[in-house]
């Protein structure tokens, strides 16, 4: 089945499901093919109506998702930030390798006051 089915499929069902309101149907249905034409355009994309159609149908599941999730009531939901309530492993900060700066600068090309200096690359 092609992607652009999927997702007209999706949205249809999406938009026919008793829990969305009717300002998010709405809201997704303000999205139309000229607004999908000019957006290409200030995007640079070159589109034609099959595509934009595909596009609006995308863009309007997309708006849908969004619309039910803000529907979630969230209130009583501390913020994450990790999914799993994962905790990042932190160690000593030392020194695990020697200074070579001596080394490496020894063998550059040009330095000069303890710096690289490299030719001009841009004009």
């Given at each position: 089945?092609?992607?652009?089915?999927?997702i007209?499929?999706?949205?249809?069902?999406?938009?026919?499901?008793p829990?969305?309101?009717?300002?998010?149907?709405?809201?997704?249905?303000?999205?139309?093919l000229?607004?999908?034409?000019?957006i290409a355009?200030?995007?640079?994309?070159?589109?034609?109506?099959?595509?934009?159609?595909q596009?609006?149908?995308?863009?309007?599941?997309?708006?849908?998702?969004?619309?039910?999730?803000?529907?979630?009531?969230?209130?009583?939901?501390?913020?994450m930030?990790?999914?799993?309530?994962?905790?990042?492993?932190?160690?000593?900060d030392?020194?695990s390798?020697p200074?070579?700066?001596?080394?490496?600068?020894?063998i550059?090309?040009q330095?000069?006051?303890?710096?690289?200096?490299v030719?001009?690359v841009?004009e």
């Open positions: 089945m092609c992607r652009g089915k999927v007209i499929l999706y949205l249809k069902k999406t938009l026919e499901a829990g969305l309101s009717r300002e998010a149907q709405a809201i997704t249905m303000l999205l139309s000229d607004d999908v034409r000019r355009q200030l995007a640079r994309l070159q589109i034609n109506d099959t595509e934009a159609e596009v609006l149908a995308q863009l309007r599941a997309i708006f849908a998702l969004i619309d039910e999730l803000q529907a979630v009531d969230t209130r009583g939901v501390d913020p930030s990790h999914a799993q309530g994962a905790a990042l492993r932190l160690r000593e030392q020194v390798e200074d070579q700066r001596q080394l490496f600068q020894s550059a090309p330095v000069e006051a303890g710096l690289y200096l030719p001009k841009i």
